[in-house]
């Protein structure tokens, strides 16, 4: 049987300080060597740790070998086996470091020499017979001799930098944030534009009656009896044009709200609006303006369109004498009515506001976390402007609450 050979352990070199050589880790181990295991420990002050960080710092660290006789007697070849390793330890003054090691060249120190005949005469070597000299080179240099250095320190020379003090959060990091509310108005409804119209039209003639019948120092002009105030008034807005432009405004408003609810009849079966019920003889489906126009996908009936045609049901067909005509103006006349008398109950009997005195604790509680509740869903909605009115009124019934206060400032940060 043939024996298998053992593969040797590929060669790894080593890196040298003091040249521009490496060393072979296979030769280290297996190759003739000296080992001296020289291991010194010392106390070092703060005096003797500043001169080794500046030798470190500026790499002049330096290791001398010498060879000398026991006995103490004078050795002739003590110049020529005299040797300096230049050691570089500065990956010791990296912050947090406490060791480093490497292996470093011996070279010849600067007072390299060999004896001279001389020398050797009044100085015999140790035996009586002189050593073969190699040349003008030192015998480290030679054998290429390197020695293995480590230093350690018990503390490191440069400790690390301490960790820095978790920051104290500001309170826009403490604030989730929400992404950009849209800047584009949402568009006003009819009925909002009639509010808004009638409250303006209110404001006016609060402004001009108190023209004609208050004087400048607050007291009222004389006038006979309220009937004849309301005879100049009336008259003052006739010849002054004012009823003209109220009739107006108000007229383009109901115009606007009578287009927004035939609109809605495009979308929603007539017989939900109450205004007819019957159905389609073939599909028995509600009439509605988008099966009448062909909306669907089958098309549009043909007895359903000849229906509408003799009945006046499509919206540009709808006659105001028919009864469904006069059902779709009584509607609208009623929430119209209801529309301004609305609004002029808010404006002529506000709705007085609540104070902290008026709720128990017990109520306030239940109110406060209710208008909380309220003004996160305007929020979510992104109705800024509801949101902030649910939050005024927190604030109004409680103004000394901090955590009212705080809640106010949270939602307006992220409202923007």
Known sequence: DAILEEEEEPDVLLE????????????EKEGRRLDIALEHRAVMRKRAVDGLRKLLSEGKLEIEIS??????EPYVYEKKYKGVAKFDGGQLLSPGETATSARVSVQGAPDFALPTEEELEATPPPGGEPEADEGEISPYVAAD????????????????????????????????????????????????????????IVDTLADEYRDMFMRDDGQA???????????????????????YEFKERVKNSIQRLVQERLVKLQTTCYEDLELIVTKCPETHHPLTTGHVYGRYDKGPCKKCRQIVEDEGLALDLLDSQSDHGKRFLANLY???????????RNLFQPKQQMTRGVYTDTELKKILRDW????????????????ESHLNQRVTASPHDAQLWYEFGKIAFQNG
């Open 67 to 72: 060879r000398t006789l026991r006995s103490g």
């Open 221 to 243: 002009v004389q006038v006979e009896s309220s009937e004849d105030r309301r005879k100049q008034a009336v008259f003052s807005l006739n010849s002054s044009g004012r009823y």
């Open 334 to 344: 009623v929430r119209v009515q209801e529309v301004l008398n609305s609004e002029l």
């Open 145 to 200: 001799t390197y020695i293995m250095v480590a230093l350690r320190v018990k503390d490191p020379l440069n400790p690390k930098p301490k960790t820095p003090k978790m920051r104290i959060p500001e309170v826009r990091d403490l604030i989730s944030t929400h992404s950009p509310l849209d800047t584009t108005p949402k568009p006003r409804g009819a009925e909002t534009r009639l509010r808004e119209d009638c409250r303006a």
């Open 372 to 387: 909380f509740r309220l003004a996160e869903e305007a929020q979510i909605n992104r109705d800024v402007a509801l949101c």
């Open 16 to 27: 040298l300080q003091g040249i521009n050589g490496k060393a072979s880790q296979k030769l």
